[in-house]
């Protein structure tokens, strides 16, 4: 689905949730910046720079068409721990992907959000690595399975992503509470109003998107053509 002229303009708190599968987009690195093929080439796995290519590129798409400027223009940088934005943050974004999807969020402010598949390993070391004391002694009281890791793990990545510190925090330092409830849901976090959801997600798999204020509004854009945007 496209944005149409006839939705709505986008407002404080609503955030659009474009979804894309790698299998549908082109490896074609014409509209990438040289640092981008740079990295691009710094993958090990050929897939992997593939990856990376055709979901850079859809992304300079996506946000080329919302700002109205050639993708060849856009100016992609990173903030000190590596969160992609866009000089004078005319708009918010932040991208998640799995082996198969890649997903990018756009709001008017900065944005997070995460997408995680199935944990291969054991959740209950993982879920520990990754929750606040309180966290882990409610979870391990009342069990702790592989969907309630992942929910916590996404609603934190997303909370991270948002603050644009990635795991350069340690998410043991952060205790969402009720906030990793499927939402919408609010609560401040290092003394921010923060609204997290949770998003409809492939089968096992778990995703969040995290945003500041006390608003939250989702619009999801499923799938599309990415070539005819
Ligand atoms: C961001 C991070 C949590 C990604 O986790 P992940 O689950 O492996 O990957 P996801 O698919 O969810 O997200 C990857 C995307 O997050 C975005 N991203 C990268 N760093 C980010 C940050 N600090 N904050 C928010 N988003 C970030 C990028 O768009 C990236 O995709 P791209 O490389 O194709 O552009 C992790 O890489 C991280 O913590 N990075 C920051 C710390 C760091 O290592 N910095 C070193 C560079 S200075």
Not at 144 to 162: P, Y
Request: charged share 25%; aromatic share 6%; net charge negative.
């Amino acid at each position: 689905m496209q944005i149409q002229s006839s939705d709505p303009p986008r407002s404080t708190g609503c955030v659009d949730i474009f979804r894309a599968r790698f299998e549908e987009l082109s490896d074609d690195c014409s509209l990438l910046s040289e640092a981008e093929i740079e990295r691009a080439s710094r993958f090990v796995r050929p897939t992997d720079a593939a990856r990376y290519r055709a979901g850079r590129t859809w992304v300079r798409r996506k946000i080329s068409t919302e700002l109205g400027v050639p993708s060849s223009d856009l100016a992609i940088t990173a903030g000190p721990h590596g969160k992609p934005g866009l000089p004078g943050d005319p708009i918010g974004f932040n991208v998640t992907h799995s082996d198969e999807e890649i997903w990018l969020a756009i709001s008017a402010g900065p944005v997070g959000i995460d997408l995680e598949p199935p944990p291969r390993d054991d959740p209950v070391p993982l879920f520990r690595q990754i929750a606040a004391p309180g966290e882990w002694r409610q979870a391990h009281a009342e069990g702790i399975t592989a969907e309630r890791f992942l929910l916590l793990w996404t609603a934190k990545e997303s909370v991270l992503k948002l603050l644009g510190t990635g795991l350069m925090t340690d998410p043991r330092t952060i205790s969402l509470g009720s906030l990793t409830a499927t939402g919408p849901v609010t609560g401040k976090i290092a003394g921010r109003w923060i609204s997290l959801q949770r998003l409809p997600a492939p089968a096992g798999a778990v995703a969040h998107v995290a945003t500041f204020g006390k608003r939250l509004e989702i619009r999801l854009y499923d799938y599309e053509c990415p070539e005819i945007s």
